[in-house]
């Protein structure tokens, strides 16, 4: 008896049934990728396309004989690696490197040159590793010339090594360089990546220290420094999260002036969202319901934020800042044109003492002092690519005292009554042709020890006779200044003036190296009236005051 079309549909439709509860069950067993894949195999075996994958379809050319474009008119071929040997790759880098050292040690200390010939050739019959941050900083100079694939393998190469840049935060400098270029908003003369910025190598030096950064350019930050501190910023947190707990408060508070500055060191942020860093930004431009509303219901590593809108926030306790890590004001001189630099320092008082700081300080006024004062509490470290005298000798407090033979010794005793200098480390600069014996019977008279630079190094602190410790007075020659380290000493009295200008720039750029309360006293004699003119132009340049004894004396020089 012949089966009807019900019975065959019938039977039809139980194995199709069947078919469909197993491919349930095996796709429910792979992930969606994997199941994904199963069902593109099953389509090619069984001869079915896409409608969309029917159309993408290209004909060879004479340009493309086996269609490897795929119609595409941007394909770049791919460039064979030269694979050199370990040992001779390793000899070319290395003789590279030390060609590159010694030139930037030739750029920078010109009257150097023949010293450092020596110490060059002897360093070159060694073969150490790289393990230092120039070094690897070099190795990428040199690979930035070869193709960016041999680029990126050479930055893994080097971070291996643990005193440099590790591999994380050079993926954040890559993030944020390829975001920024495809935007036309980095645009480099030279093509270099910002992993080989020399402004970044010295900033990652000052940063692995463990200290305050004290950025003296004269500008406020720019696209490339903003990148390189949010990536070390970035690699601190990833180190932190693997330690422990994530922390609730903002990691890195950004301090700017104005709405603009706010929205242009977001855009460098935005690339890190990727790799789940959260940036917000704070300014007068929103409603403040709006951003208290988003604080709470976000937590981001990083807040850049006005000082205004900061405050009103803590004034609302909308926001906690006693976890902040780290501190970046950027750009003391639009803070002072705006009136924000008493709010900065009552943000202060919000942020744990511990918090690091990095201030831009592009405002050499002598009333920003105290606010740097403030914000940087402990040593520090200069950074600077800038030479000139504004910029080495910011922070430095220029006082000229004007004064007879006869003041000079009562006036040079005296300084050392004051706060500042019983706290600091006090150096005395004398002439030969001086009675020098009058001024040490008079401070050992006050209890204070004197010591010469050039016969000691290392001086302490004494007893007078009532128990009290007196700060230790070190002594030098003015002709030995231009060979003697002057970086430790924060206040320096210069009691016989300088028989040159240079003498008084040596000194001036040279003292107070990991402080921002340095003291630079000048005893000004009219035997001294030929220096008045250059002086006061030096002091105007940095932003001190002139006394009117020494404009005076310049006038009356001038018309002799």
């Excluded at 460039?79 to 030139?103: A, N, Y």
């Excluded at 850049?304 to 926030?313: F, G, K, M, N, V």
């Excluded at 976890?323 to 750009?331: C, H, Y």
Aim: glycine share 4%; with cysteine; net charge positive.
């Amino acid at each position: 008896m012949a089966k009807g079309d019900d019975a065959v549909r019938k039977k039809l439709n139980k194995a199709n049934r069947k078919k469909l509860r197993k491919d349930d069950r095996s796709s429910s067993s792979v992930t969606a990728r994997v199941a994904s894949i199963i069902a593109a195999k099953k389509r090619r075996q069984s001869g079915k396309r896409r409608k969309c994958q029917g159309m993408c379809f290209s004909l060879p050319t004479l340009e493309d004989p086996f269609n490897d474009r795929n119609g595409r008119k941007d394909f770049e071929k791919e460039t064979k690696k030269v694979m050199l040997p370990h040992r001779d790759e390793s000899e070319f880098l290395r003789e590279k490197c030390k060609e590159i050292i010694r030139k930037n040690e030739k750029a920078k200390n010109p009257g150097l040159k023949n010293m450092k010939v020596t110490s060059l050739k002897n360093e070159q019959k060694k073969s150490l590793p790289f393990t230092s941050i120039d070094s690897a900083v070099q190795r990428s100079r040199i690979d930035s010339v070869r193709t960016k694939t041999q680029l990126s393998g050479k930055q893994e190469q080097a971070c291996k090594n643990s005193d440099c840049p590790s591999k994380y935060l050079i993926r954040c400098l890559n993030e944020i360089e390829n975001s920024l270029r495809c935007d036309g908003t980095y645009s480099n003369e030279e093509d270099k990546p910002l992993f080989v910025s020399t402004w970044g190598v010295e900033f990652w030096k000052c940063y692995s220290a463990g200290k305050d950064i004290l950025e003296t350019s004269g500008t406020s930050s720019t696209i490339e420094q903003i990148a390189w501190i949010v990536s070390s910023a970035a690699d601190s947190i990833s180190r932190k999260d693997e330690e422990g707990p994530p922390a609730t408060s903002p990691f890195l508070l950004f301090l700017v002036a104005s709405q603009e500055k706010a929205a242009r060191v977001r855009s460098v942020c935005k690339p890190l969202k990727v790799l789940g860093i959260h940036t917000v930004s704070i300014h007068p431009g929103a409603s403040l319901d709006h951003q208290i509303q988003g604080l709470k219901s976000s937590e981001p590593e990083f807040m850049i934020s006005t000082p205004e809108r900061l405050l009103e926030l803590l004034s609302l306790k909308a926001i906690d800042l006693s976890g902040v890590s780290w501190l970046i004001v950027d750009g003391l001189e639009s803070f002072h044109k705006h009136g924000y630099l008493d709010k900065v320092n009552s943000i202060r008082n919000y942020i744990s003492r511990t918090t690091r700081a990095v201030v831009f300080d592009d405002c050499f006024r002598r009333a920003c002092v105290p606010v740097v004062q403030t914000l940087l509490t402990g040593s520090v470290q200069r950074l600077s690519l800038n030479d000139s005298v504004t910029s080495q000798s910011a922070c430095i407090i220029q006082s000229v005292n004007m004064s007879s033979l006869k003041e000079k010794l009562s006036k040079a005793v005296q300084i050392l009554g004051q706060p500042f200098a019983q706290a600091s480390k006090v150096l005395y600069v004398v002439g030969k042709d001086s009675q020098n014996h009058k001024l040490v019977a008079a401070l050992k008279l006050k209890g204070h020890s004197i010591s010469f630079v050039s016969a000691c190094s290392e001086v302490g602190n004494s007893m007078d006779l009532k128990g009290k410790m007196k700060p230790a007075v070190s002594m030098i020659d003015a002709d030995q200044i231009h060979t003697s380290e002057l970086g430790e000493y924060e206040c320096v009295v210069i009691y016989d003036c300088p028989l040159s200008i240079e003498s008084y720039v040596r000194i001036l750029t040279n003292v107070a190296r990991y402080t921002v309360n340095g003291v630079l006293h000048t005893f000004f004699t009219s035997e001294d009236a030929k220096l008045a003119g250059p002086l006061i132009k030096i002091l105007e340049q940095c932003g001190q005051s002139v006394p009117e004894a020494l404009r005076k004396m310049s006038l009356s020089s001038a018309m002799l």
